[in-house]
């Protein structure tokens, strides 16, 4: 599964990836969702900043995936991009290590992996990005995932 939550004003993404099982349509909202912030914080000429929590239990992403993730990164309009990923999983941290290191970067462009949305917030935080409170975003796509069949109050521990 996969939900998200935004503030606009900030150009302020949290996507969260949860359950056993992911499908075309979840990656597909993921870049849907990550190309509309984007276009907004361009317009507005703000960062756009992605913070993209990762479930323990979400499998490997495809290949296919991986490489059309790595062309939207590169794709960013907004002039700052700041991209965390959240993940105990050291599977997932590596699969992202790689696709950092295949993605083509630009002046403006910061990528990073850890392991809570604290940790996230003070990498944003120290990175220069005005992100929104995390918490508050999370909550809320915690709620709606919760709403969902399979995927209730399972998952990465929020705060």
Same mark, same amino acid.
């Given at each position: ?26 990656? *597909? ?5 990550? *190309?509309? /912030? ?7 000429? /703000? ?13 490997? +992403? ?45 002046? %403006?462009?910061?990528? %990073?992996?850890?392991?809570? /949305?604290? *940790? ?7 990175? %220069? ?6 918490? +508050?975003? *999370? ?8 709403? /969902? ?7 990465? +521990?929020?705060?």
């Amino acid at each position: 599964m996969f939900a998200s939550a935004s503030d606009d004003s900030t150009g302020t993404l949290l996507g969260v990836f949860s359950g056993a099982v992911v499908s075309d349509a979840h990656y *597909e909202q993921s870049l849907t969702d990550m *190309e509309r /912030i984007d276009k907004l914080a361009a317009a507005s000429g /703000i960062a756009l900043t992605y913070v993209c929590v990762v479930d323990s239990q979400v499998p490997r +992403p495809p290949a296919v995936w991986r490489k059309r993730f790595s062309d939207a990164n590169y794709g960013v309009k907004a002039n700052r991009f700041y991209f965390v990923m959240v993940t105990n999983s050291m599977l997932i941290r590596g699969v992202y290590t790689a696709v950092n290191w295949v993605t083509q970067k630009r002046d %403006g462009q910061h990528y %990073g992996v850890v392991g809570s /949305i604290d *940790e996230a917030q003070r990498w944003l935080a120290a990175h %220069g990005a005005r992100a929104a409170d995390l918490g +508050p975003l *999370e909550r809320q796509v915690r709620r709606e995932l919760g709403r /969902i069949p399979g995927v209730a109050r399972s998952g990465y +521990p929020s705060r």
